[in-house]
């Protein structure tokens, strides 16, 4: 199918942004958005986003992926991801002006872009699903508990690791240190502080609300499809996996009709080789159709 990839200039409040959409010849009625996560800007780890928008759009699907204000090439201070309801308003209001025909749009996130699209979908209706792969939902009790139980215990189970030990070239003091720190934070009370607040009509979710918390209920408040799609290689997404594990709220969440989940058991965090992200885009292009 003919493409064209249209560069975009767009205003946030008062900072220029940087987007390009992929239009293809025929679109589908669905849209992707992709927003961008952690330092780096609209190509992705890896070029990924680039690949991905060229692979749904060859296939109809309208994608735009841009930068927020401080990231890439857009103005703005740098923010991090829970400050970017704004810019991805922003980018949904160009999206539509430049895309006849849609009427809805999916966010596509990796790590903490997942999580700011999570605490944005419920507040605009034209988000009509998520796409979320490996979601930031950090906490220093959650990173402790899944470093020890992914990463010291894998390492009992490491030949490496005994070979250190037989030939005296293990660090006893560093790892006995890290493991004293590691318990202190697993073992740290939750603060919880402050009140919702309210924001265009829309009662907004406590932003002092833990991580894993307020992802859980920006979701509950969702009312589209939300597909997870978690590495089996990444401490990231074993933390997520941890979360659901620990509470019922998370686990009633992922066993509704309205969420799938796909694992990629071998895959790194960011997707890093061509089968992950053809595996990726491919998961993405069959559960967007299903939108339509």
Not at 8 to 32: A, M, R, W, Y
Not at 148 to 165: A, C, D, E, T, V
Not at 264 to 285: G, I, K, M, Y
């Amino acid at each position: 199918m003919k493409t064209k990839e249209i560069p975009l200039v767009f205003s946030c409040q008062s900072d220029e942004l940087i987007g390009i959409v992929h239009q293809p010849e025929n679109p589908l009625k669905i849209g992707v958005l992709i927003v961008v996560g952690g330092p780096q800007y609209r190509a992705g780890s890896h070029r990924q986003f680039i690949l991905l928008a060229r692979m749904l759009a060859d296939n109809g699907v309208p994608v735009m992926r841009f930068d927020y204000r401080g990231m890439g090439d857009s103005e703005g201070v740098i923010r991090l991801f829970a400050d970017v309801d704004d810019d991805i308003k922003s980018a949904v209001d160009t999206f539509y002006q430049h895309s006849p025909g849609l009427s809805g749009v999916a966010v596509w996130g990796l790590c903490d872009a997942a999580t700011a699209a999570a605490f944005y979908a419920y507040q605009d209706e034209r988000i009509k699903g998520l796409v979320l792969l490996n979601p930031w939902v950090f906490t220093e009790q959650g990173a402790a508990k899944t470093y020890l139980k992914h990463y010291y215990l894998q390492r009992l189970f490491n030949p490496n690791f005994w070979g250190k030990i037989v030939s005296f070239q293990f660090n006893y003091k560093q790892s006995f240190s890290s493991l004293i720190v590691l318990f202190g934070e697993m073992l740290r009370p939750s603060i919880k502080q402050d009140k919702p607040n309210q924001s265009d009509g829309v009662v907004l979710v406590d932003s002092a609300l833990s991580l894993p918390i307020r992802v859980l209920e920006c979701l509950q408040r969702f009312k589209y499809p939300v597909l997870f799609v978690l590495s089996g290689r990444d401490l990231t997404a074993d933390e997520f996996r941890d979360v659901i594990k620990s509470d019922e709220n998370w686990q009633s969440l992922v066993k509704s009709s309205a969420v799938s989940s796909v694992e990629l058991a071998d895959a790194d965090h960011t997707f890093s080789s061509q089968q992950w992200r053809d595996e990726v885009a491919q998961t993405t292009l069959d559960w967007v159709r299903q939108l339509q």
